[in-house]
DNA sequence: AAATTATGCCGTATATTTGCGTCATATCTA
DNA sequence: TAGATATGACGCAAATATACGGCATAATTT
């Protein structure tokens, strides 16, 4: 199985950052950190009805694909947006939107 | 399991249409399905690394959020894309690109 | 030094996704 | 009517995703 490299390289990269928005409760701690700025794993673990462990483990996918970044402040990780990601995550989904506006008439 | 539904309505509307994005192939058909502007299972199976089988059910899937349409035709099902999901997954996608451009300066 | 705190890593259980073959059905064609 | 064609529904296996508790570790705090 897994299929997915037999595809577009473009198309992988745009499937991987919708997949990284695909959860709720990854938006939720994108939307967190945009409003708070930074944070640490606790902060954010309590206001989403989920374990830290599990909060852990969203941050450590957002972080895969470079959307968010955190740094080491003694016992504590200030976690936030990273720019890298965020340029090439925002490409993708103006380029879909774009993509998507052409389609506006349906032929069938 | 399955915690999804305990966050805001919104995030979990965004989160779908994300989901539905979340996949090579599926954005392989919505492209094909843009470019060609109808066209039956058939035709797109023969474009994309997969069984026809495996490409129905992308496709009952893209229909499960109103991206894409199908209309009987004889023994054929003309597939195209959906006005209705359309404008309602390019507000989502625009309005996560204007949330995620807040975020331009990262603070750790 | 001992207790506290914040986190990462590991293992585990369940749920979902992905991918396919097979069968049934419905429509066209010869 | 018989055969070819296109599709949907069903079931199955493998891979991933989701969610969590427990343990180890490293830095503060007392």
Redesign the interface.
């Known amino acids: 199985m897994a299929?997915?490299e037999?595809?577009?390289e473009s198309?992988?990269l745009?499937?991987t950052y919708?997949?990284a928005?695909?959860?709720?409760?990854?938006?939720?701690i994108?939307?967190y950190?945009?409003e708070t700025?930074?944070c640490i794993t606790g902060d954010i673990t309590e206001e989403l009805?989920?374990s830290r462990t599990t909060v852990g483990q969203h941050l450590q996918e957002l972080k895969a694909c470079n959307l968010v970044?955190?740094?080491v402040?003694g016992v504590k990780v200030?976690?936030?947006?990273?720019?890298i990601g965020?340029e090439e995550?925002?490409q993708v989904?103006?380029n879909?939107?774009t993509?998507?506006?052409?389609?506006?008439?349906?032929?069938?």
């Open positions: 299929k997915t037999l595809f577009d198309l992988q745009a499937a919708f997949k928005l695909s959860h709720p409760a990854r938006l939720a994108i939307n950190l945009i700025g930074t009805p989920l970044q955190g740094t402040d200030n976690y936030c947006i990273n720019a965020l995550i925002i989904l103006r879909m939107a993509q998507l506006e052409k389609a506006k008439s349906c032929k069938c």
